[in-house]
């Protein structure tokens, strides 16, 4: 099989189990926007927030090395250790994660703390074993569990919220029940706890796994700063209410990394895995670039769907999140193809350069949100975390010069430029103009990826025929 076969292959694998759980969050909106008040939402939104502030540092990002060691190694031995070392060392830092979530509760009162920690301890346990089913290059069963989280959580949240009219306790419950299943069903298949109990790490190779994950929880911290806490920031400006609002905006956009986590997963097994990373420049460059146009092409398509989107179909208390969305469609194109660099910073085992980029991400984000989010409203969170983006990928970019050659052709460069005159158009009014809107849009993606359409048209025809 051809190398851009396999990366299909494992793109398909990845976008079953991916694109139902990454889907999910954009499928319950309609339910969210009428179960929930924006309070209720904006309460739970900050939640989850602060799950994902307190989650590295329960895992210490041992999962992520989980992956890219295991990927790299055909000794079973030396497989014992990682996952050994990666699992003790969760087991011991949740224990001491439950201790300071009791002393915060006692000093400043938490709703539902129980099923705070419980959804914390879940969600870290589910990605260490997710990530070492995905370092054993157990594609399949990581796209069936990537199924099961979607299944459970889908029932979990239509009871809770339709059946039994609960508030956004519920939606916890929900993903602490989904976390604890999958980790039941990895366990039976990959036994990862048998691993652990084989595993004896030696000070040598934990002092080598560390020296990797370390200088990813300040990179991890600072995509929390660039991604969501200009959530806490508008709670603290302009209130809840707010904070749902700008929180139900960020989910249109997210679709975008529905595209990116499949591509992406697929894309870092098959650059960690290569032999020899000169060979792969040429074959990365032409990916990448075809990358882009698709991304922008999928980002016109709904930044012209938008209003439409918010106004007939989601609806409910939220449709002036519709005005905040064009920027962060933005951000999401460049943190996407930024992230996809990240692989190669990984092949290196560079992580203290992969931090450096998202920190002065962070500060460009946080500065701005600061200086002029209480002035201007809402508007100001998405600008901020588009300009912070484009500052990770550029910084990325230039910082891969020497390594590898990525370069962006002038084609995918003049595709960018499309992006700009539909931030003056997306505000027309009417279901016919609205309409009429989309087509346009549809069509710039097509014309921007004509050419891609036309080799997988063949590329059917061909395996049709065969």
């Known amino acids: 099989m051809s190398r851009e076969g396999k990366l299909a292959k494992n793109t398909v694998i990845y976008f079953i189990g991916s694109f139902g759980s990454k889907l999910l969050s954009f499928i319950l909106l309609p339910l969210y926007a009428n179960y929930l008040t924006t309070d209720s939402y904006g309460n739970y939104d900050l939640i989850n927030t602060i799950i994902q502030i307190a989650y590295p540092a329960v895992t210490i990002m041992l999962d992520n090395a989980l992956y890219v060691y295991l990927i790299g190694t055909n000794d079973e031995r030396r497989k014992d250790d990682i996952i050994a070392f990666a699992v003790k060392t969760l087991f011991g830092n949740g224990?001491?994660?439950?201790?300071?979530?009791?002393?915060?509760?006692?000093?400043?009162?938490?709703?539902?703390?129980?099923?705070?920690?419980?959804?914390?301890?879940?969600?870290?346990?589910?990605?260490?074993?997710?990530?070492?089913?995905?370092?054993?290059?157990?594609?399949?069963?990581?796209?069936?569990?990537?199924?099961?989280?979607?299944?459970?959580?889908?029932?979990?949240?239509?009871?809770?919220?339709?059946?039994?009219?609960?508030?956004?306790?519920?939606?916890?419950?929900?993903?602490?029940?989904?976390?604890?299943?999958?980790?039941?069903?990895?366990?039976?298949?990959?036994?990862?706890?048998?691993?652990?109990?084989?595993?004896?790490?030696?000070?040598?190779?934990?002092?080598?796994?560390?020296?990797?994950?370390?200088?990813?929880?300040?990179?991890?911290?600072?995509?929390?700063?660039?991604?969501?806490?200009?959530?806490?920031?508008?709670?603290?400006?302009?209130?809840?209410?707010?904070?749902?609002?700008?929180?139900?905006?960020?989910?249109?956009?997210?679709?975008?990394?529905?595209?990116?986590?499949?591509?992406?997963?697929?894309?870092?097994?098959?650059?960690?895995?290569?032999?020899?990373?000169?060979?792969?420049?040429?074959?990365?460059?032409?990916?990448?670039?075809?990358?882009?146009?698709?991304?922008?092409?999928?980002?016109?398509?709904?930044?012209?769907?938008?209003?439409?989107?918010?106004?007939?179909?989601?609806?409910?208390?939220?449709?002036?999140?519709?005005?905040?969305?064009?920027?962060?469609?933005?951000?999401?194109?460049?943190?996407?193809?930024?992230?996809?660099?990240?692989?190669?910073?990984?092949?290196?085992?560079?992580?203290?350069?992969?931090?450096?980029?998202?920190?002065?991400?962070?500060?460009?984000?946080?500065?701005?949100?600061?200086?002029f989010l209480e002035k201007y409203g809402i508007e100001t969170a998405s600008i901020s975390t588009c300009l912070g983006s484009i500052a990770i990928w550029l910084i990325r970019l230039v910082g891969l010069k020497g390594l590898v050659k990525i370069k962006i052709t002038m084609q995918t460069k003049l595709v960018f430029l499309l992006l700009i005159p539909f931030y003056f158009i997306t505000d027309i009014e009417g279901l016919f103009n609205n309409i009429c809107l989309i087509l346009i849009g549809i069509w710039c993606a097509v014309l921007i990826n004509l050419e891609t359409l036309k080799g997988l048209y063949r590329l059917i025809i061909k395996k049709v025929r065969s």
Request: net charge positive; proline share 1%; charged share 10%.
């Open 95 to 371: 224990c001491l994660a439950i201790v300071i979530c009791f002393i915060i509760n006692r000093i400043a009162s938490i709703s539902y703390i129980e099923w705070v920690i419980f959804w914390l301890l879940s969600f870290s346990t589910y990605n260490t074993w997710l990530q070492a089913c995905r370092g054993m290059n157990q594609q399949k069963l990581y796209a069936m569990t990537g199924i099961l989280v979607t299944a459970v959580t889908l029932v979990g949240n239509l009871v809770g919220l339709v059946v039994l009219k609960q508030d956004y306790r519920f939606l916890m419950i929900s993903n602490c029940i989904a976390y604890a299943v999958s980790v039941i069903f990895l366990e039976s298949r990959i036994h990862v706890l048998a691993y652990t109990m084989r595993g004896r790490p030696s000070r040598v190779l934990k002092k080598e796994i560390l020296k990797y994950t370390v200088p990813l929880l300040p990179n991890q911290l600072s995509w929390w700063i660039l991604n969501v806490s200009d959530r806490l920031m508008i709670v603290y400006f302009l209130g809840t209410g707010a904070n749902g609002i700008y929180a139900m905006a960020c989910k249109i956009p997210a679709i975008l990394n529905v595209i990116h986590g499949i591509f992406s997963a697929a894309w870092s097994d098959d650059i960690l895995s290569s032999t020899n990373i000169g060979e792969t420049e040429t074959y990365a460059e032409k990916i990448y670039n075809l990358y882009i146009r698709l991304l922008v092409g999928v980002s016109i398509v709904l930044i012209t769907s938008n209003r439409f989107l918010f106004e007939y179909i989601i609806s409910g208390n939220f449709v002036e999140a519709y005005k905040y969305t064009y920027f962060l469609y933005i951000g999401f194109i460049f943190s996407s193809i930024g992230a996809l660099l990240g692989a190669f910073y990984g092949y290196f085992k560079m992580s203290l350069n992969v931090s450096i980029s998202t920190i002065a991400a962070a500060a460009i984000n946080f500065f701005i949100n600061l200086i």
